[in-house]
């Protein structure tokens, strides 16, 4: 079915008036929007001060009904103290638009700059262009000689504004407002972070190609994705739904039932049929938390979907169609998957376009003094009691959160955690030295104790402290590939890929065993260590 077309415009308080029948011998812009014989809107949405200008609109009105018979105007009391001042036109207009339900699934919008001072025309662009209206300008010309009922012509066109440099930071400040929603309202000191931040509102608001988030459980993946939702929800650009799931979930033929939908009678327990995710998702965005844990089929369903927008559910033979936005979330090394045949290369290429690594709370220690005030703020307004640190008792809880002997491994839900017990045991509002004390004992057992300990705290027990954080960090690495690893040489392959293609022979292995020795390690201390987190 055909969208609605739906133009918006002010009335032209001298280019629309006329009265008596030698008004039809004038061309008047806002009534010959229902003349064009290729072009009738749907509906105009007609913006004026009704007070003054109330008996203009009734007789446009009024003509708009003998042209158009079918197009509704609607009309919108708008009142602005001066049409040629800057910042009220723009900020009239913008508050206008951010109450308008839009329906861009369902209708095309037009801006129509034809009427207007010169000045709302320079901010109706500026609010197509930044998204605040998601829709196109409309200009109307007369025709060459005044006839009675002549149209005259019309254009979708775009205007170069850029010289008006104080509205431009009008929109600048949007951008600032559009980043902090990105960060949750906290005020990060990381310069990476902020950087990648900025180009991630740069690309949330001009693109719906899929993106990809990697990064360590707890590194915030899942609340960016949702907050790049909010951000395009705000523009207009998604009317669907935020659909999210873990693939580490998901298992056997539920993996894809639950992604795809199936039909009645599908298999042994499909009494229904159902729709899946992607189709919940339709005109939204679809987070796919986890997606290095997708199978094979699944990876190739999913293929699919992405380019063709369409898929087959299981047990059905007709296809359906689902128009979404793809984020993905990953803690794996995607790329050492593919290597090792357990991802899709074709796959991770259409995720690639858009990648961006979070890091961990450890390596963004300046932000967790932002993020402790933000938790704080967060956990009084949701109990309606204000809790704040005395003075000596957040130096030294800041003091440890931003040693190397914090290593964060639940990384911002460790510290949202650590925060509400805090907060929870504080006494009269106030988080006393003691309970940080118990606090940072408590934190210690937590990242040391063998039921979390990573395989690195296993091998080296206390001695994991007196490591630089370079060599931890590179360590854990090794470790981590090891304990995935079928044998010594093959661990050597993952971790020297890019250097061993660079030389004639390689003993990657006996590289391996070299390494592990200089911190008195062995591969099969490695492997047991692994074995033991893993079943612990």
């Not at 990657?508 to 020795?517: E, I, N, Q, S, V």
Request: net charge neutral; aromatic share 8%; hydrophobic share 40%.
């Amino acid at each position: 079915m055909a969208k609605r077309q739906v133009v918006f415009g002010m009335l032209g308080t001298q280019l629309d008036a006329g009265s008596g029948p030698g008004r039809w011998q004038k061309w008047r812009p806002t009534v010959a929007l229902g003349m064009h014989e290729d072009f009738v809107p749907d509906r105009v949405e007609l913006l004026l001060d009704e007070r003054r200008f109330g008996k203009l609109a009734a007789q446009v009105r009024e003509d708009l009904a003998l042209t158009a018979p079918e197009m509704a105007v609607h009309v919108h009391d708008t009142y602005m103290a001066d049409p040629w001042e800057f910042e009220g036109v723009y900020a009239c207009l913008h508050d206008f638009l951010a109450g308008y339900a839009f329906q861009p699934d369902e209708e095309d919008y037009y801006i129509h700059i034809t009427t207007g001072t010169h000045v709302s025309q320079i901010c109706w662009f500026l609010l197509a262009e930044s998204r605040h209206f998601p829709g196109r300008l409309l200009q109307t010309s007369p025709p060459r000689k005044q006839n009675a009922g002549a149209a005259g012509t019309y254009a979708v066109i775009d205007l170069d504004l850029s010289r008006y440099d104080h509205i431009a930071q009008r929109f600048a400040r949007q951008q600032l407002l559009d980043r902090d929603l990105l960060k949750g309202g906290i005020a990060t000191r990381n310069g990476a972070f902020n950087r990648m931040i900025e180009q991630i509102e740069t690309v949330a608001t001009r693109s719906r190609a899929p993106m990809l988030l990697m990064g360590p459980t707890g590194a915030g993946k899942s609340q960016l994705a949702k907050r790049v939702f909010a951000l395009k929800k705000l523009k207009h650009q998604l009317p669907g739904r935020f659909v999210e799931v873990n693939c580490a979930t998901l298992r056997g033929d539920g993996a894809m039932s639950t992604l795809f939908g199936h039909t009645k009678g599908a298999y042994t327990g499909a009494s229904a049929d159902r729709a899946g995710l992607l189709r919940s998702a339709d005109k939204g965005l679809l987070f796919l938390d986890e997606i290095g844990e997708l199978g094979q089929d699944e990876q190739a369903m999913l293929l699919r979907a992405l380019e063709e927008k369409c898929f087959l559910p299981v047990g059905s033979d007709r296809e359906v169609e689902s128009d979404f936005q793809l984020i993905a979330g990953t803690n794996r090394d995607l790329q050492a998957a593919v290597r090792q045949g357990r991802f899709r290369e074709d796959l991770l290429a259409r995720l690639n376009l858009w990648t961006y690594a979070l890091p961990g709370l450890a390596q963004r220690s300046e932000d967790i003094e932002p993020n402790l005030e933000f938790e704080l703020e967060r956990w009084s307004r949701e109990q309606h009691e204000r809790v704040r640190f005395n003075v000596e008792a957040r130096t030294r809880y800041l003091a440890f959160a931003t040693s190397a002997e914090a290593t964060w491994r639940g990384n911002f839900r460790d510290l949202g955690a650590s925060l509400m017990r805090l907060a929870t045991l504080a006494t009269a509002g106030r988080i006393q030295i003691e309970g940080v004390e118990e606090e940072i004992t408590r934190l210690r057992a937590q990242w040391h104790d063998g039921t979390t300990a990573s395989p690195l705290d296993a091998l080296l027990g206390e001695a994991v402290n007196g490591l630089d954080r370079f060599d931890r960090v590179q360590l854990e690495d090794v470790v981590r590939v090891c304990a995935r690893s079928a044998s010594l040489s093959a661990a050597g392959r993952e971790l020297f890929a890019v250097s061993r293609a660079q030389r004639a022979s390689t003993n990657d292995a006996d590289r391996l065993r070299k390494y592990l020795a200089k911190f008195g390690l062995d591969w099969e201390q490695v492997r047991g260590a692994a074995r033991a987190v893993d079943t612990a």
